[in-house]
């Protein structure tokens, strides 16, 4: 039985109950249903009983973990509770990379953990040194396995605990080394130990808020399902569960599906790459293009996209990503290529340049975060202290953090990501 959740609300439909429980729309959705006699809860602390127990073990199993926690409220659901299940061991600052993910800082700022930023090149990417001598000082690394363009952050055996933002790379763990090398690994491939949140529902398919908290041999999970308790709903989504449910049987009979999504990803990137596009390196379920390079910002290119039938991941002044699934056919691929190839091509244009800013930290995120603030102009923020978390979505990476004082670069970021007002401190 390698669906035990689905199963149980199968066979939970087919009794025809008469439901005097949550929720409200009495079975309309059949399998939506709250924690009835039989259906186990997500934050049950006894791993021995429940058929969600046994759906995580047996995703455990199939990914690799030493454990595995499902999660109804997606990645950010998943980092919240790795980063206090850290917390809860001593963790009182975070090395973190500087385009992390909104949800860390949050995290952060509820959690009341000190960030030391490691900077990119290249904003916003995840590709930043981790090495212990640029660790020194923090008690957790927190990185980034694959970015939004599809870059990677190389990591090597830390010498403190490390929680790993594999949001966009689920389906690594599925992917055949030999035939796609190992540039990218999931992180239970990746030889130290390390805590991996992960969203099902980008790569996978699963329902949006799918996710997965992985941990590996040598990190302690004794107390994961109490702090996810804390930070998630006490009312899961039993049919987001059960999507994470599903795969499991899915991979299980059809091991081989993400391996040729990925072969068919990787035929249209020769292709494109043929009728002359600029592609960036990317993982292996991502085609990231240089419009500018077509003749087009980012939105242009979308806009015209959208007009020929396809919509992308992200636009913005410089590339478009498109986002494919580990169900990915070749007949969406070829139907890709086709909107693309229906895009004049114009004269080239210059990439545009997105600074990697170092603003002066002024307070904590804590103090930040929950002061007295009032939201302005971005225009008129230069000089003042950020308040709130800017972060354009996708891709949900802050520009200034809460705390940091908002200097000329920070102002022409904003400007850059269409970020038309800031919260600052009053």
């Not at 199993?61 to 998943?78: N, P």
């Not at 390390?194 to 799918?210: C, D, Q, Y």
Request: proline share 5%; net charge negative; hydrophobic share 40%.
């Amino acid at each position: 039985m390698n669906t035990p959740l689905s199963d149980f609300l199968d066979e939970y439909g087919r009794k025809g109950m008469l439901r005097l429980h949550m929720p409200g729309h009495n079975g309309e959705e059949s399998h939506d249903i709250t924690e009835i006699d039989g259906a186990d809860s997500l934050y049950e602390t006894d791993d021995s009983r429940g058929i969600i127990a046994h759906s995580e073990a047996i995703a455990a199993k199939i990914f690799g973990a030493e454990r595995t926690c499902y999660s109804a409220g997606g990645s950010t659901l998943a980092i919240q509770t790795a980063l206090a299940v850290l917390k809860s061991q001593g963790c009182k600052t975070i090395a973190a990379g500087r385009c992390s993910h909104r949800s860390l800082v949050s995290a952060a700022a509820l959690l009341d953990l000190d960030i030391n930023w490691l900077y990119p090149q290249e904003y916003p990417t995840a590709a930043v040194d981790c090495s212990n001598q640029s660790l020194s000082g923090a008690d957790a690394l927190f990185f980034t396995n694959v970015d939004y363009y599809g870059g990677t952050c190389h990591v090597e055996a830390p010498e403190i605990p490390a929680v790993c933002d594999n949001a966009h790379g689920a389906y690594l763990r599925f992917v055949s080394k030999a035939a796609f090398g190992r540039e990218y690994l999931h992180p239970m491939e990746m030889g130290f130990p390390v805590i991996s949140a992960e969203s099902a529902h980008k790569t996978l398919p699963a329902l949006t808020g799918a996710a997965y908290l992985h941990f590996s041999k040598g990190t302690d999970h004794s107390r994961a399902k109490e702090m996810e308790a804390m930070f998630g709903s006490s009312s899961p989504s039993y049919l987001i569960m059960e999507s994470l449910d599903r795969f499991n049987g899915r991979i299980l009979a059809d091991p081989e599906c993400v391996n040729r999504a990925c072969a068919s990803v990787k035929k249209l990137k020769t292709r494109l790459a043929a009728h002359g596009f600029t592609l960036r390196r990317s993982d292996h379920l991502r085609v990231t293009i240089n419009t500018r390079a077509w003749g087009y910002s980012g939105q242009e290119f979308a806009e015209v996209l959208r007009l020929n039938g396809a919509e992308c991941e992200l636009a913005d002044e410089n590339y478009i990503v498109l986002l494919f699934s580990a169900i990915t056919s070749p007949e969406d691929c070829q139907r890709a290529e086709m909107a693309l190839c229906l895009i004049d091509r114009r004269a080239p244009m210059p990439v545009v340049s997105y600074p990697v800013i170092r603003p002066k930290k002024e307070t904590s995120v804590r103090e930040a975060v929950f002061s007295r603030q009032r939201k302005i102009p971005a225009g008129e923020a230069t000089g003042k202290v950020c308040g709130g978390i800017q972060s354009p979505c996708p891709p949900c990476i802050p520009i200034v953090m809460p705390g940091e004082r908002i200097d000329s670069e920070a102002a022409e970021a904003f400007r850059l990501y269409g970020v038309k007002y800031v919260s600052v401190l009053e």
